[in-house]
């Protein structure tokens, strides 16, 4: 069945260091993907989502690239600051038309200054 | 334009009690989802709605029970509640079923079940 698999964490990195959370994905076809975070105490919320093959999605500095090749989703960023500090989730749509959501496991990012 | 609020924000609760886990959106839209997330694991879908009167189970729906009489509401039921069912719940909604769209959470409902 559909599944995605993210890199566990947590991740520490220093405030302007480089970003990258890996995603990996199995699935018919050619689903959707997206990355949701969840800031501390809140609930999930869009960062960026990608719709086809090869589309990018981005948001504040935030990029993940839609890779069929290899079924991949990675999220990037140049430089972090310490409020980019949340739990990234990787996920996918899955069940016809209800847009049920698949995620992965969650990767928390705590950047320090 | 509040989205999707959830109440209460935390509960402690004894084994075999019961309680009413309350979401409403604002935003008008038809489906709405209970996911529920344990420490170290992504969110599970226990139910959701296409719109008022229809509900459906999702993955994890053992030990829940949902109704949607309005657009708004989406009450999320545990009738005897169980220490595995300690979790965070969180409650969705999306305009459409499609699969490119976004997804708007609640803040969330910490539950404990001692």
């Known amino acids: 069945g559909d599944s995605v698999t993210q890199m566990e964490g947590p991740v520490t990195l220093s405030e302007e260091a480089f970003l990258t959370i890996n995603c990996t994905y199995t699935?018919?076809?050619?689903?959707?993907l997206f990355w949701y975070v969840q800031y501390p105490g809140e609930g999930l919320q869009l960062l960026l989502k990608?719709?086809?093959?090869?589309d990018k999605g981005s948001n504040k500095g935030f990029e993940a690239t839609y890779r069929k090749e290899t079924t991949s989703f990675h999220l990037e960023k140049g430089s972090v600051q310490v409020s980019d500090s949340a739990v990234y989730f990787c996920?996918?749509?899955?069940?016809?038309?209800?847009?049920?959501?698949?995620f992965g496991t969650g990767t928390l990012l705590a950047v320090q200054p | 334009n509040a989205g999707v609020t959830q109440t209460p924000k935390f509960r402690i609760l004894k084994i075999g009690q019961s309680m009413t886990l309350q979401c409403t959106q604002d935003?008008?839209?038809?489906?709405m989802y209970w996911y529920r997330q344990d420490p170290g694991m992504g969110l599970k879908l226990i139910y959701y709605?296409?719109?008022?009167?229809?509900?459906d189970k999702g993955e994890v729906p053992n030990g829940y029970n949902v109704s949607r009489s309005t657009t708004e509401d989406f009450p999320l039921r545990l009738e005897l509640a169980a220490p595995s069912q300690t979790s965070v719940y969180f409650c969705?909604?999306?305009?459409?079923?499609?699969?490119?769209?976004?997804?708007?959470f609640g803040p969330g409902t910490r539950l404990t079940v001692l």
């Open positions: 990608a719709t086809k093959a090869d």
């Open positions: 996920a996918l749509p899955h069940g016809g038309a209800t847009n049920k959501l698949i």
């Open positions: 969705a909604s999306s305009t459409t079923g499609g699969s490119r769209d976004e997804q708007f």
């Open positions: 709605s296409v719109g008022a009167g229809i509900t």
């Open positions: 699935a018919t076809g050619y689903p959707s």
């Open positions: 935003m008008n839209h038809n489906y």
